[in-house]
C-alpha cells in the first residue's frame, strides 16, 4: 500500500462533532478584545474616579472607599462658585479664549500654509516642508523659554498676547493642511480655475478651502484639545493670577492643599468641570466628519 492510500485511510483530525474547534479568526479575536478592553479601562478610570471624588466631602474623600458616590457635590460646586468671588470661571473664560481663538488662527495659518506646499511648486518647497517635520519632533519645554525670552524683550509678558503668540504656528498642523490638501484638492481644479480667470486667493476660498474643511476641523480640534491642556507656557509667560488658564489656576489651588486640605475638593470639582466643554466640542464637530463621509459616498 502506498503513502498516498494509507493518507486517505486516515480519519481526518477533528472532524466530529464533539471535537470540532471553532474557527481560528474568532479564536484569535480574543485578545485584541482584551487588549482594547484593557485600554478602555485604562482611560475610564482615572474619569471614573474623578466624577467619584467630586461628589464627595472633605470628610468623605479620605474616608470612603474610592468608587463610591459622596453626599457633597452641591456643596462642592457652592464653594467652587464663592472662591475669590468666582474666579474659577474666569480661569475657564481665559482657557476658553486662549483655546477658542488660538485654535481658530492656529488652523487658519495651517491652511493658508498646507495648501500653499500642496499645490504651489516652488524652489525651496521640500526645504521649508522637512523644517516643519524638524519642528514637530521638537519639544514644546526646548522653545517656551526662548519664546519667554523674545516677548520679553517686546516687553510682551504677562499678557493675553503672550499666550497667544506662540501657539499661532503649528508644525503639526501646517503638515496635517499639506497631506490632506494634497488629497483633497485636484490639481485639475486648480487649472480649470485659472482658465476662468479667476484669481489665487479666489481658488484657494472657493475651491481649495471647502475641500480642505474636514482636515482643518480636525486640525482645529487637535489644537483646541492641546491649548487646553497646556500648561508650560502659561507658567512662563503668565504672573497675574487673573490671566491664569484654568490648568494653572488649579495647579495654584493643589498647591494651596499641603496647608489647606479642603482645597483639594475644589480642585477636583474644577477638574471635572473642565471636561465638559472638551465633550461638548466632540459631540458638535462629529457632525461634520460624519457629513463629510457622506459627501463622499455620493460623489463616488
Known amino acids: 500500500m502506498s503513502t498516498l492510500a494509507v493518507r486517505k485511510a486516515a480519519p481526518a483530525a477533528d472532524t466530529s462533532p464533539g471535537t470540532q474547534r471553532p474557527p481560528l479568526r474568532r479564536r484569535i479575536a480574543v485578545v485584541p478584545t482584551l487588549v482594547l478592553l484593557l485600554g478602555a479601562m485604562y482611560c ?3 474619569v ?16 470612603t472607599f474610592t468608587l463610591l458616590p459622596g453626599t457633597g457635590l452641591a456643596d462642592n460646586l457652592a464653594d467652587l462658585n464663592a472662591y475669590r468671588d468666582g474666579v474659577y470661571w474666569q480661569w475657564m473664560g481665559n482657557s476658553a479664549l486662549y483655546a477658542g481663538l488660538g485654535a481658530l488662527l492656529s488652523t487658519a495659518v495651517s491652511a493658508v500654509s498646507g495648501y500653499a506646499l500642496a499645490v504651489y511648486r516652488f524652489r525651496g518647497r521640500e526645504t521649508v516642508f522637512n523644517i516643519m517635520l524638524a519642528g514637530v519632533l521638537m519639544p514644546p519645554v526646548v522653545l517656551a523659554i526662548p519664546q519667554y525670552l523674545l516677548l520679553a524683550k517686546t516687553g510682551l509678558t504677562d499678557s493675553y498676547v503672550s499666550v ?9 498642523g501646517v503638515y496635517l493642511g499639506r497631506i490632506y490638501a494634497t488629497a483633497a484638492v485636484p490639481a485639475d481644479m486648480v487649472e480649470a480655475g485659472r482658465v476662468d480667470g479667476a484669481g489665487e486667493w479666489r481658488i484657494f476660498a472657493r475651491i481649495g478651502l471647502p475641500m480642505m474643511v474636514p482636515g482643518l476641523v480636525t486640525i482645529f480640534l487637535f489644537q483646541f484639545v492641546a491649548i487646553w491642556n497646556n500648561f508650560l507656557l502659561p507658567y512662563i ?3 497675574d493670577d487673573e490671566k491664569f488658564p484654568m490648568t494653572l489656576g488649579l495647579f495654584t489651588l493643589l498647591a494651596q492643599g499641603h496647608s489647606e486640605p479642603t482645597r483639594y475638593t475644589l480642585v477636583i470639582t474644577g477638574s471635572l468641570l473642565a471636561i465638559i466643554p472638551l465633550i461638548a466640542l466632540f459631540l458638535v464637530i462629529q457632525r461634520f466628519w460624519n457629513l463629510d463621509l457622506l459627501s463622499g459616498a455620493v460623489k463616488s
Not at 48 to 63: D, P
Not at 164 to 172: E, M, V
Open 44 to 46: 475610564l478610570l482615572p
Open 48 to 63: 471614573t474616579w474623578v466624577i467619584m471624588a467630586a461628589t464627595k466631602s472633605g470628610t468623605e474623600l479620605f474616608s
Open 164 to 172: 497667544l503668540l506662540p501657539l499661532i504656528l503649528s508644525p503639526y
Open 237 to 239: 509667560m503668565l504672573s
